[in-house]
């Protein structure tokens, strides 16, 4: 009954932007904690950001004051502004939810995000 579903991945040239949209069903969207992991080939998953049900929100080091995390609780949706993409940042791109109610994890089937430069 949960699912998570992304889109807004692409191509997109160094220095450009895209944003992520992660969009709920199946659970109480408002009440939950949201966050964006990545993981490139041969590469560990790392977060990118964190939004709470409260609206605090926590980036990684390496997207901070590049991306920013936002979610729009009437539309069950959680977003991910991607702005001076580099080199770097090609990876798939999860969406991950977390249900404080019931202490479960659950996962979008992720997005491709890639660079060219």
């Known amino acids: 009954q949960v699912q998570l579903v992304e889109s807004g991945g692409g191509l997109v040239q160094a220095g450009g932007s895209l944003r992520l949209s992660c969009a709920a069903s199946?659970?109480?969207?408002?009440?939950?904690?949201m966050g964006w992991y990545r993981q490139a080939p041969g590469k560990q998953r790392e977060l990118v950001a964190v939004?709470?049900?409260?609206?605090?929100?926590n980036y990684g080091d390496s997207v901070k004051g590049r991306f920013t995390i936002s979610r729009d609780n009437a539309k069950n949706t959680v977003y991910l502004q991607m702005n001076s993409l580099n080199p770097e940042d090609p990876a798939v791109y999860s969406c991950?939810?977390?249900?404080?109610?019931?202490?479960?994890?659950?996962w979008g089937q992720g997005t491709q995000v890639t660079v060219s430069s």
């Open positions: 199946g659970v109480i969207f408002r009440r939950n904690n």
């Open positions: 939004i709470t049900s409260g609206g605090s929100t």
């Open positions: 991950k939810g977390h249900d404080g109610l019931v202490q479960r994890d659950y």
